[in-house]
């Protein structure tokens, strides 16, 4: 062998997988009887392989701790983790193996926000969709020393149209917005200031469901780009609209 560890999956004589520890890219407790394993793709590319483990409901830590365990080869260079075929388990609480999912791409996670919600670095990448049942603020998490955390903004209803509450987007307290609001409707547009603009606000529950917004650190402060109806509803401002 090459000196690397190997993990195998069989769901059926002709469904199997196989990747290397190398490639682990960690495992995530999907529900109360489900382990997912992630692995960086067998074709490249950037892509993502997974792999879903059922296990006995409330075991998810005795599975994990097995996982890791076939990934440093502690029994053998090659572990099969799970083998539907003979019915033979890495651990006694994994139950089958389920969906081989390969050559998945990178999917962003999303975040339903309905009410204040401070974002933190575990928020990175994801799309945040507010659709809130009061006036309610986004707080970002600290631009300095968080350099590349971002994430994507979206207010929406349901059924389109016009919001039905007021939102805000505000900085991480004594923080800023550089950037730029475009409206799509001729109304123009506004640039932030930088030095006291630390909120985007849709001002008005009229604003238009659908506005979007990508937000990142520099490391210093956060830029935003964002793509409005109406300018004069959504706009940098130094506090929350009303």
């Known amino acids: 062998?090459?000196?690397?560890?190997?993990?195998?999956?069989?769901?059926?004589?002709?469904?199997?997988?196989?990747?290397?520890?190398?490639?682990?890219?960690?495992?995530?407790?999907?529900?109360?009887?489900?382990?997912?394993?992630?692995?960086?793709?067998?074709?490249?590319?950037?892509?993502?392989?997974?792999?879903?483990?059922?296990?006995?409901?409330?075991?998810?830590?005795?599975?994990?701790?097995?996982?890791?365990?076939?990934?440093?080869?502690?029994?053998?260079?090659?572990?099969?983790v799970a083998d539907d075929i003979n019915s033979t388990y890495v651990h006694a609480n994994i139950t089958s193996c389920g969906a081989i999912s390969v050559n998945r791409g990178r999917y962003a996670v999303i975040k339903a926000v309905t009410a204040d919600t401070t974002l933190t670095s575990a928020d990175s990448g994801k799309i945040i969709q507010m659709n809130p049942a009061a006036e309610t603020t986004l707080t970002l998490?600290?631009?300095?020393?968080?350099?590349?955390?971002?994430?994507?903004?979206?207010?929406?209803?349901?059924?389109?149209?016009?919001?039905?509450?007021?939102?805000?987007?505000?900085?991480?307290?004594?923080?800023?917005?550089?950037?730029?609001?475009?409206?799509?409707?001729?109304g123009g547009g506004q640039v932030a200031n930088g030095t006291s603009n630390d909120y985007i606000t849709k001002g008005t529950a009229a604003s238009t469901s659908g506005e979007h917004y990508f937000i990142y650190s520099d490391g210093t402060r956060m830029h935003a780009t964002c793509i409005v109806h109406d300018a004069t509803d959504t706009a940098f401002a130094d506090a929350a609209g009303s």
């Open 1 to 80: 062998m090459d000196g690397q560890n190997y993990l195998v999956f069989h769901t059926a004589a002709d469904d199997s997988y196989m990747n290397s520890s190398a490639n682990f890219r960690g495992a995530d407790v999907t529900s109360n009887t489900e382990v997912t394993v992630y692995f960086e793709g067998v074709n490249g590319s950037g892509s993502q392989d997974n792999v879903v483990l059922n296990i006995t409901a409330g075991k998810e830590v005795e599975v994990m701790e097995a996982i890791a365990s076939a990934c440093a080869g502690a029994k053998n260079p090659v572990t099969v």
């Open 141 to 186: 998490p600290q631009a300095s020393g968080n350099a590349g955390w971002n994430c994507r903004v979206t207010f929406t209803e349901d059924d389109g149209g016009a919001m039905d509450n007021i939102c805000h987007i505000k900085t991480y307290a004594g923080e800023f917005f550089n950037g730029i609001l475009v409206g799509a409707d001729g």
